[in-house]
């Protein structure tokens, strides 16, 4: 996030994620609470479309960690949102199936998604995934959002681990279809550890970046953690 708001909690205590929203997922809500030095264009990006989306920060019991999208690429704004003002979630994957808002289905985001849903031997397939970023906002909220120049982001849901050579083939598999369409497509594996870009573990590096609600950290195995090891 570009800015973010101070934690209306005291951050010396004992915070944790609440495990009915994930980062990424995105929250209709009934208000957003305003905080000192808040952005001008937030208000009027709420009142445009009331959603935003988790992102990855520890929070105190009752407050999630979320993020305001305005309408220029710039305009990100990290803050908070009490569970008590939030109307319903919108997970990724539940936009796959998604038709793009009446007259947008030619923006090269929407036309890559939808050719990945009629890939009937689409490698994504065997795997829990959908679209985040621009294309996934427009998706839930049917506000324009995406543009000519936007790119597809994914998110794909490992919670076991994940070959490099399959995942070698699925950024391949990635690759030739941001080409054929002519749009970039960016990955991101959900792994226990965080968020990993899956074309960084697609390399085989001996650590990669996980995106982390502490933090990010370089780690070997991003599924260590759920496994009772180190990552």
């Known amino acids: 996030m570009r800015v973010c708001a101070a934690p209306p909690f005291v951050a010396t205590r004992v915070l944790s994620c609440d495990p009915r929203w994930r980062p990424h997922d995105l929250l209709c809500l009934k208000r957003l609470a305003a905080f000192d030095d808040e952005p001008a ?16 920060a520890p929070a105190e019991a009752g407050y999630v960690a979320i993020g305001v999208r305005g309408v220029e690429r710039a305009q990100r ?19 796959v199936q998604t038709s793009a808002p009446a007259g947008r289905d030619a923006l090269p985001p929407f036309v890559a998604l939808c050719a990945l849903r009629s890939d009937a031997a689409s490698l994504l397939r065997g ?50 279809l941001a080409q ?9 594996l959900d792994t226990p550890a965080g968020g990993v870009a899956l074309v960084e573990w697609a390399t ?24 009772g090891g180190y990552a």
């Open 41 to 56: 264009w937030v208000r009027e990006a709420f009142e445009r479309a009331p959603y935003a989306v988790v992102r990855r």
């Open 77 to 95: 704004y990290g803050t908070w949102a009490r569970s008590t003002d939030i109307v319903s979630a919108v997970p990724p994957e539940t936009l």
């Open 180 to 188: 054929r369409v002519g749009i970039r497509v960016d990955a991101q």
């Open 204 to 227: 085989g590096k001996a650590r990669v970046m996980a995106r982390h609600a502490s933090g990010p950290q370089l780690v070997a195995d991003p599924w260590a953690i759920a496994r």
């Open 127 to 176: 795997f829990v995934w959908g679209p985040t970023g621009s294309a996934g906002f427009e998706l839930a909220t049917r506000t324009p959002t995406v543009t000519g120049s936007s790119d597809l982001d994914l998110l794909i849901r490992t919670p076991a681990p994940l070959a490099h050579d399959l995942a070698r083939e699925l950024a391949e598999y990635l690759q030739a």
